[in-house]
């Protein structure tokens, strides 16, 4: 069964780029038809999806935060980045990366058969 782990620092300062790694296991990132995904949540907030990466590398991202959003991959060690640039304090969230199924994108929904991480709070503050 695949796992998911996030990491990163925890605490950002405003106009910093924030960088958060999420480590998989009982799968590889590289296998046909998946897509791996960022998606985080603000306090008092629902789930907002930030952006994947696709087992062919190509990468998707949310329009809202297009313009400072990257998300790349390391396949030697099974991970894959999140790099959210320019961060005030509105991008304070738990952060989650998370997989579903062939050719299913995982968004703001936990249904059955995905897979997240446990998430990672990142405080943005001075």
């Known amino acids: 069964q695949v796992q998911l782990q996030e990491s990163g620092p925890g605490l950002v300062k405003p106009s910093q780029t924030l960088s958060l790694t999420c480590t998989v296991s009982g799968g590889s990132i590289t296998t046909d038809y998946y897509y791996w995904s960022w998606i985080r949540q603000p306090p008092g907030k629902g789930l907002e999806w930030i952006g994947y990466i696709a087992y062919t590398g190509s990468t998707n991202y949310s329009p809202s935060l297009k313009s400072r959003t990257s998300i790349s991959r390391d396949t030697s060690k099974n991970q894959f980045t999140l790099q959210l640039s320019s961060v005030t304090p509105e991008d304070t969230a738990v952060y989650y990366c998370?997989?579903?199924?062939?050719?299913?994108?995982?968004?703001?929904?936990?249904?059955?058969?995905?897979?997240w991480g446990q998430g990672t709070q990142v405080t943005v503050s001075s």
């Open positions: 998370a997989r579903g199924g062939p050719h299913q994108v995982v968004r703001t929904t936990r249904a059955p058969g995905t897979y």
